[in-house]
């Protein structure tokens, strides 16, 4: 255990983790609540475009994917809204276009690009001294953010006409919600990969749903649950050696799964 | 003071239209039924007042104001809409869905304190439901989800009460009682109250006056006049004897034959 956290990289890989999954347990409430997870599903494999341009032109991948997905996810809206498609179809199709539109620039890219495998699976224990300062400060605004606005937030969660009656703009505060998640998905990246975010957006906001009685308590649940999953995930990543991501998720899923029997029991 | 006027109105949706005409004036502190056929234009008449449709044409003033200028405000109207889906895990007790009411008066970036927890126990207590305060709100049975989202809708003090079909869930016998205690409540506190209604039959006696609704105004004004049978037949048309069927209706031709 000690011997664990001794190494630097895996000190690195723990301080990303817990704050990075913190974020992710805040938004997974709201994801869960409003029933946004295809959407959430939709945005993290939308980052591979956004890494992918990053590749391209040369650009940190992380900044490109942060503002192409916050890109995709007011185009899902405006293009379900003005369009009159349904926000499932326009998920669909800004999907996959954003892994073809990744696809093809990736072959575009002279750059050699193991690093993607980084960034499609995951790659906490290789994790930049930059990443950290980045991840770190992201979150922070994050976090700030959503709790500046919580009580809004969860008014429209609840009921968006009686939000609107009470002087919210809906829009406004749904739009912000669209790039905060857009933003936590990308800072998750390096920690799960682009194939497993989506499960960290699902599974913490789930099982805290499972328990919670008012919305602080399924906050505390979630980001508890994420944290944990985080934390036994990176020790039983290097203790059998097997990726971070798959056993990060792995944990989360089966955290969820105790969760639920232990509900049916009561 | 004039809490509502509204001046030759009109909505249309996808070129059919929903309102027609209408012309309306509410004094504060009254209380006003409008009745009408599902379909006929209720809940778009409450929501153009609330500021959440815009008219094609016409005017209409909310305490000399527009209503979208009213509605940033968020202080102004207390609202009770007509369907409000909430699931039964949802993470909400009945004392936080009570206290959101109050967040349009509390305002952005301000947390709601003791005061607002007082108001919300008031609100519960008003309504007879302050035992339930901890209960999931999704777990109520109908009736007692709209008694605390009515107390949620006072929460906020709001000047006019706005009620679209407000009886929903609650037994007959209980509707009396209802409306009974909605009666109590305008005159506390002098509310405007503004309630849609397709039961004719069991508010006339409650309600000041009534407005007689199916896309336009068809009868406004006392509620007794509204039990005429050319302005039912307007109303409900040819299929009138099936709102005679009920047991509310045995009331209204009680009343009709008074």
């Known amino acids: 255990m000690i011997e664990i956290l001794s190494s630097s990289f895996m000190q690195k890989a723990l301080f990303v983790g817990i704050i990075v999954s913190f974020v992710s347990g805040l938004v997974s409430v709201f994801v869960v609540l409003r029933k946004m997870s295809f959407i959430g599903a939709g945005i993290s494999h939308a980052a591979f475009g956004g890494v992918a341009i990053g590749f391209f032109t040369g650009l940190n991948p992380v900044i490109t994917a942060i503002f ?4 995709v996810a007011l185009g899902i809206e405006v293009v379900s809204r003005k369009g009159k498609i349904s926000e499932d179809a326009s998920i669909g199709i800004f999907f996959a276009s954003s892994m073809a539109l990744g696809i ?28 950290v300062l980045l991840s770190l400060f992201t979150a922070v605004v994050v976090i700030v953010g959503m709790l500046l ?23 406004a505060i749904n739009i912000f919600f669209l790039v905060v998640l857009s933003v936590s998905i990308v800072i998750s990246m390096k920690i799960v990969g682009i194939i497993l975010i989506s499960a960290l957006l699902v599974i913490p906001g789930a099982t805290a749903q499972l328990f919670a009685r008012n919305l602080y308590s399924m906050i505390f649940i979630s980001c508890g649950i ?9 020790f039983l990543s290097y203790e059998f050696d097997i990726a971070p991501g798959g056993s990060i998720v792995l944990t989360a899923a089966a955290l969820f799964f105790a969760a639920l029997v232990l509900k049916k029991r009561q | 003071m004039r809490a509502i006027e509204i001046n030759n109105l009109s909505v249309t949706f996808n070129g059919k239209d929903v309102l027609k005409d209408i012309t309306l004036s509410l004094d504060e502190g009254r209380f006003i039924g409008i009745v009408g056929p599902n379909g006929g234009g209720k809940t778009t008449l409450l929501r153009v007042i609330l500021g959440l449709v815009k008219p094609l044409s016409g005017q209409i003033y909310v305490f000399g104001k527009l209503p979208e200028d009213i509605l ?54 008003m ?11 999704g777990q109520l049975s109908g009736g007692q989800q709209q ?21 929903t869930g609650i037994d007959v016998v209980g509707q009396e009682d209802f409306y009974h205690l909605l009666k109590g409540l305008q005159k506390k506190f002098n509310l405007t109250v503004i309630m849609a209604s397709h039961d004719i039959g069991a508010i006339t006696t409650y309600v000041d006056e009534i407005a ?18 050319k302005v039912m037949t307007n109303l409900y048309g040819k299929n009138v004897d099936v709102l005679m069927h009920t047991d509310i209706c045995d009331k209204c031709e009680r009343l009709r034959r008074e």
Not at chain 2, 81 to 103: A, T
Not at chain 2, 155 to 166: N, T
């Open chain 1, 68 to 71: 192409y997905c916050i890109a």
């Open chain 1, 104 to 131: 093809v620039l990736i072959s575009l890219s002279k750059e050699y690009t193991v690093d993607l495998f980084g960034y499609l699976f995951g790659n906490i224990l290789a994790i930049t001294h930059g990443e």
């Open chain 1, 149 to 171: 606005f919580l009580k809004e937030i969860f008014l429209i969660t609840y009921s968006e006409e009686i939000a609107r009656v009470s002087g919210i703009s809906v829009k």
């Open chain 1, 226 to 234: 994420a944290m944990l999953s985080t934390i036994l995930g990176l």
């Open chain 2, 72 to 125: 940033k405000t968020g202080n102004i109207f207390g609202y009770l809409p007509q369907i409000l889906k909430v699931e039964p895990n949802f993470p909400v007790r009945v004392i936080d869905v009570v206290m959101m009411g109050r967040y349009g008066k509390i305002g952005m970036l301000r947390w709601p304190g003791g005061k607002d927890v007082e108001k919300s126990m008031e609100c519960l207590s």
């Open chain 2, 127 to 137: 309504m007879g439901v302050a035992d339930l305060k901890d209960m999931l709100y």
């Open chain 2, 147 to 167: 008694r605390v989202s009515i107390a949620r809708a006072l929460a906020g003090e709001p000047r006019i009460l706005i009620l679209d079909e407000p009886s």
């Open chain 2, 212 to 229: 007689c609704l199916n896309h336009t105004f068809h009868y406004q004004g006392n509620p007794l006049g509204a039990l005429d049978e």
